[in-house]
């Protein structure tokens, strides 16, 4: 079992930042690849950005150039850095893990861009 935690969701102005942090406990070691999907309202849930436990990144093409996904392994964080924000980037934000036997997801973080 794996838990995440999400956290740093809020409002912030059109061209500003956020920083989303995802805390994970339990069978760490299982994990193969963490990532961000985001859903916003009456749209399907999509994948931002995602990293390898080898250190491969992907991101949408969305988001490319102004999301750098991250993560400090001795602090078993994750993280999503949000710059030059769009109105567009509104929506919650999921942290994602991936292990051979199952997927977890963590509660939600709300980001709103406003203009």
């Known amino acids: 079992q794996v838990q995440l935690v999400e956290s740093g969701g809020g409002l912030v102005q059109a061209g500003g930042s956020l920083r989303l942090s995802c805390a994970a406990s339990?069978?760490?070691?299982?994990?193969?690849?963490m990532g961000w999907f985001r859903q916003a309202s009456g749209k399907e849930r999509e994948l931002v950005a995602i990293i390898t436990s080898g250190g491969n990144r992907n991101y949408a093409d969305s988001v490319k150039g102004r999301f750098t996904i991250s993560s400090d392994n001795a602090k078993n964080t994750g993280y999503l850095q949000m710059n030059s924000l769009k109105l567009e980037d509104t929506a919650i934000y999921y942290c994602?893990?991936?292990?051979?036997?199952?997927?977890?997801w963590g509660q939600g973080t709300q980001v709103t861009v406003s203009s």
């Open positions: 339990g069978s760490l070691f299982r994990i193969n690849a």
């Open positions: 994602y893990a991936h292990t051979m036997g199952a997927d977890y």
